[in-house]
């Protein structure tokens, strides 16, 4: 259980142009991606790159968020300032990102929230600590358990390959 | 119990001789295809390797496509730089499909890939683009990934922990009235099933409207079966998809179409008659907010584009060229025409489509993803109003947040810049 607090409370459909619009699609370093997260939402952004959002904080939002483009950077401009997000949805390439970058996603049917409020954020639910309302969680489907068990899938295809490479 | 056209490819690919839904499969990948992005990939491939002593070599070069489309000539000098780093690793790695900045055989990757015969019925097809889902068109299995899944299958060969998706069945018939065609059948499916009404899922097409469906529209169907929230669209190949691959994929080789079992398991079935189906538009800044043409007449339009993966082939240009032709773009409207490939632009030149489309006053650019991604050509203004022929009409996607987006077909971009406003083009006389 963790406990965070919500800095950002969106709705559906939040898609990758809105996470990392398109323009800085040229920046693909994740030292560099940060800096433009939510770039069209000005004062959010700004918020983060002067660090006044704390690690481990929360953007809570509706259904498919994070649909549209495959974009890499809609998950390593979030996972550079380590929030966690909680959707009652995702859009499946962004998921699948996420698990592949190690950018905390959670699954919350019906989940609803407002900047300030606190969240207690379980294996099988979410508290908001402040509406004292309980929402469910949707587990990973099992099949990406593998990839976060080893940190990512850069280090799970790594382990992967010397595998193949030894059984030559 | 029968199989879908997508759990038969899956079940080949993975060396099996059946897969359920919901199985978890690693399909040996036919087609690994990237753009820009391919320098990103670059990156996380290297990364791979690092501490293991091994010399980083992607598994079959061969199976590997990169095309340049998404900021095409370079709009920075990030851009070029990124470029020029793909440029060195296709040359050190002997990567043969690939398509640099060319008038000749440049493009959009989605049409690149179909017009040269690199996507195959029954292909695992994947790439680091969401429309991906267009190669679905030709019978493959084909979906959007991501950079770091990209190198990862670079180095394996293999999409690792991929679930076998659900199929929904959509059942197409009728005859598309005129000024009615491929892009609004789909945006009135997207419509209908919502922005993540398909998630997860794959939506397979059927029907005689189908059947009589050239592959160009096709292609606009799968493309945007991804605005449904699907993982893929697919149209089984039949005779069309053969003709395609002789006669304009240049395709020698023995087709083999993979097609679904009679009890294939559909999660749901949804039926459309498309008879009398008026043309369609999506509202800002979602796709799925649809309306038909006539609840949206009038609106006043800034820029006109033309183009993109979705509707900048052919006979999409034919179409705007007919109702362009003789004809001016309104005063305080701008129109931009990008046609999907260098081959398309060429056949477009031959055909006259270009000196009417340019005597009528749209600017014809380059072939490429122009301002679909708002990152350069033809951003809009504060406040400015767009009619598109591209896929997203999200906040921000042309480049400006303030800004608003309408996605509609050829037919209805090509009207509306007559008037400036948009028009239902089955209102503008024969043409």
Redesign the interface.
Known sequence: MSASNVVLALG??V?T??IY???F?????PGETPLYAFA?HAEFNTRLKAGAVPRGSAIVAG??FG??????QA?STLKGHELVIVAE?F???FL??AI??GLRLVEAPGVQASVGDELAIGLVEVVNLTTGKRYPTRPL????Q??VDAG???P???R???E??GRR | MGMTVVQKILARASGRGAVAVGA?VEPAVDLAMSH??G??VI??FL??????G?APAPWDPSRIAIIFD??VPA??S??AT?QRKVRAFVAAHGITKFHDIRGDRGGICHQILPENGYVRPGQVVV????H?TSHGALGAFAF??????M??VW??GRA????VPATISVQVHGTLPPMVGPKDLILHLVGEIG??GA??RVLEFHGDTIRRMPTSGRLTLCNMAVEA?A?SGIVPADAETVRYLREEAGVQEAVEPVVADADAPYERVMDVDVSALAPQVACPH?VDNVRPVTSVAGTHVDQIVIGSCTNGRLDDLATAARILRGRKVADGTRMLVFPASGRIYQQALAAGYVADLVQAGAVVMNAGCGPC???HEGALGDGEVALSTTN?N????M?N?SAEVYLCSPAVAAASAVTGAIADPREGGER
């Open positions: 559906d459909d898609s142009d809105v619009p398109g323009r699609m040229a920046t693909v370093l069209d259904k498919n649909c549209g483009s495959s974009r890499e998950v949805g859009g499946r390439i699948q990102n592949n970058l489907p099992a099949a990406r593998a990839i990512g899938l850069i799970y295809t790594r992967r390959l010397l193949t490479a | 978890v820009e992005n320098a990103l990156n996380q990364e791979i390797y690092e501490g293991t091994l998404h900021r709009e920075s990030k851009t990124n790439g680091t683009d969401s991906t959007g990934i991501g950079a770091t899944e190198a990862s180095a394996l690792v922990n991929i679930e922005a993540a998630t997860f929230g993982t979602t991604l708002g990152v997203r999200f906040k921000g996607r480049g947040a």
